[in-house]
């Protein structure tokens, strides 16, 4: 099972990082890539450098950032493989430890295959009935 791990600190955006924490972190990241759990993982850079994009009734809006609900900005993201949700739960837990407070939505990602979750032309077939 792939998980899509969404990080969401509860300090400001910007706020400086220790070499201490830095280090912790990567400790962590090497660990876990090299166990095999971690897939691929990355940071975001300041919202000031992006943009929320939205359709709504077939109309487009982009608002340029910085966005200033701190509490809901990504700061980064990880793709976990586990055996189950409660591995990558297990592991989110490991990684806050290490990032400090905040918040880490867990999403599993669509694999072919996967006995548990209906393949997108099953689910559109369902749909239609």
């Known amino acids: 099972m792939r998980f899509l791990c969404l990080y969401k600190p509860s300090k400001m955006e910007g706020a400086p990082t220790t070499q201490e924490d830095m280090e912790t972190m990567g400790k962590f990241v090497e660990e876990m890539m090299q166990s095999g759990k971690l897939l691929a993982t990355e940071g975001c850079l300041p919202s000031v450098k992006g943009a929320r994009v939205r359709l709504s ?5 982009v ?7 701190a509490k809901e ?16 739960i297990e592991l989110t837990k490991r990684f806050l430890n290490a990032a400090g407070d905040g918040e880490t939505e867990i999403r599993q990602v669509y694999d072919p295959g996967d006995p548990d979750v209906p393949c997108p032309r099953e689910m559109q077939q369902a749909a239609a009935k």
């Open 73 to 88: 900005l990504v700061a980064g993201f990880a793709l976990l493989r586990t055996e189950s949700k409660e591995e990558a």
């Open 63 to 69: 608002v340029d950032g910085p966005f200033t609900e």
């Open 57 to 61: 009734d077939g109309k487009f809006s």
